[in-house]
């Protein structure tokens, strides 16, 4: 099982600018490829402070200067907000100035509060039929010569312009129903996944999904990659209580993700305020007793433990989220930790 690194510009105020935020992830991401992480993701979020990621593409070009192994992934680029052709040339672009170390992942979409700005309020349910048809005319552009007739999407001979370097670009398929794990498989995509705040047995049904797409399409022999996706803060062994603001940490994301996903509450210049705690009484999985044993908090030898099984139940990728609203320098502690004491027990052989 290989290791990436899944994070953001995270900002929750202003005390420090985009500019420091910025220089903060291409640290974090410079030690993901001195640890020897397989590779760095950066999805798309529009208009929303504690996801600052407009671009994760040009992201990834300046990183492709500032790295020289880790492969650069998008995830994800949210379909209904590209046309094809302008995703398949920018991708294969990111391809051509990283030497071959693009990775192409894509979404439907979630937050209606970005379908309203974005995608001139469309429903974010409908993301789904944009994310089918993007990916196979991607690929078709990539090749050569295509015209496009969809339901989304209508052009005429077009092609990627450039191509890229990789024979194949690697496609990802953020998935948790049955029928994107399905979709995935039949299309020769991998598959990302992520629990959020369930336990290892989410982990463990949407394996049980990907394992079904995989014996639902014989016909498919190249057997696809799955990475599972994973709030992530390594403590040391003698520091016992140290789990405790890492979780707070992680449910103050995950109430500012609520705050979004709600698309009620107003964003005062990009920043939301996180649901109030009172809100979720009755829903344990956001306290932080939950989230301690939820999210991968822990020691290096409770990490490892946990990482064996994912290993064992066949998990190809896992992805360490940094997105948690900790401090630069305790994010760096958590993923140094991390390079130190949990991967070198996951060597190759």
């Known amino acids: 099982m290989r290791f990436s690194l899944f994070l953001h510009m995270e900002r929750y105020d202003n005390s420090l600018s985009h500019e420091e935020h910025f220089q903060n992830l291409v640290e974090l991401a410079q030690m993901a490829e001195a640890g020897g992480f397989s590779t760095v993701w950066i999805g798309e979020h529009h208009s929303m402070e504690y996801t600052a990621s407009p671009s994760p593409i040009a992201q ?43 990775e192409v ?36 552009l990539w090749e050569g010569d295509y015209a496009h007739d969809g339901e989304v999407w209508k052009f005429p001979t077009s092609t990627s312009v450039p191509k890229p370097v990789q024979k194949k670009l690697p496609v990802w398929v953020a998935a948790r129903s049955p ?24 982990v463990e049904d949407l394996m049980r999904k990907y394992e079904t797409a995989i014996a639902n399409h014989p ?25 405790r603001p890492a979780a707070e940490a992680i449910s103050k994301f995950y109430r500012t993700f609520d705050a979004v996903f709600g698309n009620k509450a107003p964003a005062v210049d990009g920043f939301f305020e996180p649901s109030p705690e009172q809100k979720f009484e009755g829903r344990p999985e956001f306290a ?62």
């Open 219 to 243: 016909e498919r022999t190249d057997r696809p990659d799955i990475m599972v996706l994973r709030h992530t803060y390594v403590h040391s062994a003698d520091q016992p209580e140290a789990w």
């Open 179 to 202: 029928e994107s794990h399905d979709y995935a498989v039949a299309n020769g995509c991998h598959v990302m996944v992520t629990p959020l705040m369930k336990g290892d047995e989410e």
């Open 60 to 102: 990834l070009a300046y990183l492709a200067a500032k790295t020289s192994t880790i492969r650069l992934g998008s995830g994800t680029i949210i379909a209904p907000f590209w046309n094809p052709i302008r995703a398949a040339g920018e991708l294969a672009l990111l391809d051509v100035i990283s030497g071959g170390r693009a």
């Open 288 to 349: 932080a007793e939950s989230l301690h044993q939820t999210a991968m908090i822990g020691t290096p030898a409770e990490i490892i433990e946990r990482l064996h099984h994912y290993a064992g139940l066949g998990v190809t990728e896992y992805s360490f989220w940094n997105d948690n609203s900790m401090s630069h320098e305790e994010k760096k502690r958590s993923l140094q930790l991390f390079i130190d004491e949990v991967v070198p027990n996951f060597a190759k052989n």
């Open 105 to 140: 992942g894509v979404a439907r979409g979630a937050y209606q509060f970005e379908f309203d700005r974005v995608a001139g309020g469309m429903p974010a349910t409908d993301g789904g039929k944009a994310m089918q048809e993007l990916i196979p005319a991607m690929q078709k």
